[in-house]
């Protein structure tokens, strides 16, 4: 399974943007889908996740109201919106997929991509 993230970029304050992911290889089933994030000189933090259906979602806090995620199976993509962006939002951002469940600690996912990095000047 390979993980394409993209979207990132250089965005003030309070606006928008707009990360894409990608899924290859074996997608016969979804996977359990979510966004991570790493600061420089800190751990890789959940943002938010998706389980195969969609039908449960979850978010870090500091991101809930502003951020959405969401997939589409069928064309083996996930997104994650970011509104009102801060700069604490700042950091590269990882899309994961894992085989088990749904959860906020990056060592039960399975694949990862390449992170996109996102840069809110404040």
């Known amino acids: 399974v390979q993980l394409q993230a993209s979207g990132g970029g250089l965005v003030q304050a309070g606006n928008s943007l707009r990360l894409s992911c990608a899924i290859s290889g074996r997608t016969g089933s979804p996977y359990i889908m979510a966004w991570f994030r790493q600061a420089p000189g800190k751990e890789r933090r959940f943002v938010a996740g998706?389980?195969?259906?969609?039908?449960?979602?979850q978010y870090e806090d500091s991101v809930k109201g502003r951020f959405t995620i969401s997939r589409d199976n069928h064309r083996n993509m996930v997104w994650l919106q970011m509104n009102n962006l801060r700069a604490e939002d700042t950091a590269a951002y990882y899309c994961?997929?894992?085989?088990?469940?749904?959860?906020?600690?990056?060592?039960?996912?399975?694949?990862w991509g390449q992170g996109t990095q996102v840069t809110v000047s404040s």
């Open positions: 994961a997929a894992g085989l088990n469940f749904l959860s906020t600690m990056s060592h039960e996912y399975d694949y």
């Open positions: 998706m389980n195969r259906s969609g039908g449960r979602i």
